[in-house]
């Protein structure tokens, strides 16, 4: 049997039958097209995520949150946000090993701030000196505060570059004298430019002070609302969350039988956060584009059973003309095969172009996904094959003698 | 070359009502015959030409195609000899549709192990004379031509026998007897034919004669002076013109 010639032919019935064609390879195009739009949007944005994560968190990092947050969502209501004392963070510096350095966090809600007779309104943020390396800030202008003026409760602040160009224009905000609210700020230096971090605050209208002056002076609490703790060896980072847990349920005499006052994000927890988030498009979608596939096949399978009825004689002919029951059977998986793959470029093609317009329209980055490719061209492969197989059954095993009467 | 022995062909299963479509056939059929069968419809002259062609198995009997028991075969070793051995003719021309003419003529090589498909192709075509019909689709072509095509892909595979059934019966006289003389001249350059019909005038261009009455051959004989279909058309068109000239006149 000449293959290349059967092959060839099926191109030809399937051209010449083009409405057949059309509604066929519709649900593959369709479950294909879906599959390949939410694989690439959800590779696209963990990737993205991820990358925006590591800046802010690295292997190394332990984030500890006063009150209990459950992964991926909110504050639980129930948790007292006052138990988290910056004499904790200290005690966890000192006595566990391998801890290097901490930054702490707390902010007000949105505060006047105010040079000469502008006035930005935003919260403001507290850190200890170790923010510059902790949290990955660095200064452009001027410098970041000392541990000094952090352990004295200076007034010193580091602002945002929005702030900086809506309350300076382009005069150099550095040694400049502002307020907040009522109080009086020298501002020690100007903060790299970094965009929108992944909760959508806008981090260049940061300000940001140190935390004694911003529990002291602007708020007048004795608790923070949080820390990021840097240890040595991030091998040891899990290990050394294990320690602080029981550190602090010490520190807060907790009993057995009381759930922590405070949560833990480890570098592991934070993975999970980020595919939990993407659930919505390595799970729930794929089973749709799914469930699309399988009604695609099943389409297959009922119009080819009836273009077998149509075809009797055709088979009936090829019989007579000294084609083998296994010949009539290649020809109708090739013809469903090069159907499915057919469907499948279209939707694959269709589903990049989609997931490219959308993350272009957002101005994300589009992240060529070749997994897809892959799904696009092997997926529909199988489907064609399985939904091949009962017509061209059918179809080898007519009587040739039928068939031509 | 075509031996048939006791050959019967019993439809129907044991126990409930049997008919004996074909009942102990004898024949023997040579190398360069041109032979017709006849038979009014239901007389077994359709199930005599399954079992030649190889489409179906005796009940009993033997089959010897070039002293080869051919009725015991599998499938895929009948599918072949008829591949190679057997051009089908068929009444309603069998082609594909939406096809080109040389595409159906290509068919019977695509089941064959040979190369160069296109130029046997083109070559059957050259045969029956339709060289300049080649990229035509089969639904372009008059019946007479249609039926050509059949021919030509019945000889692509240069096999012994060609095997008509019925192929001048979906056809005008004159469109049929071209036909008939498209087989007369295959005969002549040394094919084997067999010819299924119910009409005995079409038997007539035939060397010999066997006609088949309840599944039994009840004559068998040779034509002394066949008719010459190409003659015939000639003058056919004689006539034509003879008329044409008549109504002329008055």
């Known amino acids: ?405 | 070359m075509i031996q048939l022995r006791n050959v019967s062909k019993i439809y129907g299963k044991d126990g409930g009502q049997q008919v004996n479509a074909l009942d102990s056939a004898n024949l023997n059929i040579n190398k360069g015959e041109f032979v017709a069968i006849i038979g009014a419809s239901g007389s077994g002259k359709s199930t005599m030409m399954n079992i030649l062609g190889m489409l179906d198995r005796p009940t009993s009997g033997e089959y010897y195609l070039d002293d080869k028991e051919v009725s015991t075969l599998n499938d895929d070793e009948l599918a072949n000899i008829r591949n190679k051995k057997i051009g089908f003719v068929f009444q309603k021309f069998h082609l594909l549709p939406k096809t080109t003419a040389i595409e159906n003529v290509e068919l019977p090589l695509i089941y064959s192990d040979r190369k160069d498909i296109r130029k046997f192709a083109v070559e059957a075509l050259a045969k029956v004379g339709l060289s300049n019909r080649g990229k035509h689709r089969t639904n372009e072509l008059s019946g007479g031509q249609q039926q050509r095509v059949a021919i030509a892909r019945a000889l692509v595979n240069e096999p012994e026998v060609i095997l008509g059934d019925e192929p001048t019966g979906n056809l005008d006289s004159k469109s049929g007897l071209e036909i008939v003389g498209v087989f007369q001249e295959l005969n002549r350059s040394g094919k084997t034919i067999i010819l299924i019909t119910h009409s005995s005038e079409v038997a007539q261009h035939a060397n010999r004669i066997i006609r088949i009455h309840d599944g039994k051959i009840v004559e068998d004989y040779k034509v002394e002076k066949p008719l010459d279909a190409v003659a015939e058309l000639a003058d056919l068109k004689n006539k034509k013109v003879n008329i044409n000239t008549e109504v002329h006149k008055s």
């Open chain 1, 1 to 405: 049997m000449n293959k290349y010639k059967i092959i060839e032919s099926s191109f030809r019935v399937l051209s010449r039958n083009k409405l057949n064609t059309f509604f066929m390879i519709l649900g593959i195009v369709i479950g294909i097209a879906a599959l390949s739009l939410t694989f690439s949007l959800g590779k696209s944005t963990e990737k993205q995520l991820t990358e925006k994560v590591k800046k802010l968190f690295s292997p190394n990092n332990i984030l500890i949150t006063s009150g209990r947050v459950e992964l991926g969502g909110g504050r639980s209501s129930e948790s007292a946000t006052a138990n988290l004392k910056i004499e904790d963070i200290e005690a966890i510096m000192n006595e566990i090993p391998g801890v290097t350095m901490y930054d702490v966090f707390q902010t007000t809600p949105e505060r006047d701030v105010i040079f000469g007779n502008k006035n930005v309104s935003t919260a403001i943020n507290g850190g200890t000196a170790e923010g510059e390396i902790v949290m990955r800030r660095s200064v452009t202008k001027g410098e970041y505060f000392s541990k000094a003026e952090e352990k004295s409760s200076a007034r010193v602040a580091l602002i945002g570059t929005k702030i900086a160009k809506k309350l300076f224009e382009d005069s150099d905000p550095v040694g400049a004298q502002i307020r907040v609210g009522q109080v009086p700020f020298t501002v020690k230096g100007v903060l790299e430019e970094r965009g929108i971090d992944p909760h959508g605050s806008d981090l260049d209208m940061n300000v940001i002070v140190p935390i004694t002056t911003l529990m002291n002076r602007l708020m007048n609490v004795n608790y923070i609302a949080g820390a990021k703790i840097e240890v040595e060896d991030a091998s040891k980072t899990e290990e050394i969350a294990v320690k602080i847990t029981s550190l602090l349920r010490e520190r807060h005499s907790l009993n057995v039988n009381e759930t922590n006052d405070f949560s833990l994000v480890t570098p592991v927890m934070v993975k999970e956060i980020i595919k939990k988030m993407n659930r919505v498009f390595t799970l729930f979608l794929p089973l749709i584009s799914g469930i699309a596939l399988l009604v695609g096949g099943v389409v297959i399978v009922v119009i080819m059973l009836m273009s077998v009825s149509k075809r009797v004689s055709e088979i009936g002919l090829r019989k007579a003309l000294g084609a083998r029951p296994k010949d009539i059977m290649f020809q109708f998986l090739v013809e469903a095969s090069v159907l499915a793959l057919f469907g499948g470029v279209i939707g694959l093609s269709l589903g990049l172009t989609a997931a490219w317009l959308f993350m272009s329209s957002k101005g994300l980055i589009f992240f060529f996904p070749w997994e897809t490719v892959l799904i696009g061209v092997l997926f529909p492969i199988i489907i064609g094959v399985l939904a091949g197989i009962l017509p061209a059954r059918k179809a080898a095993q007519l009587n040739p003698i039928e068939a031509l009467s």
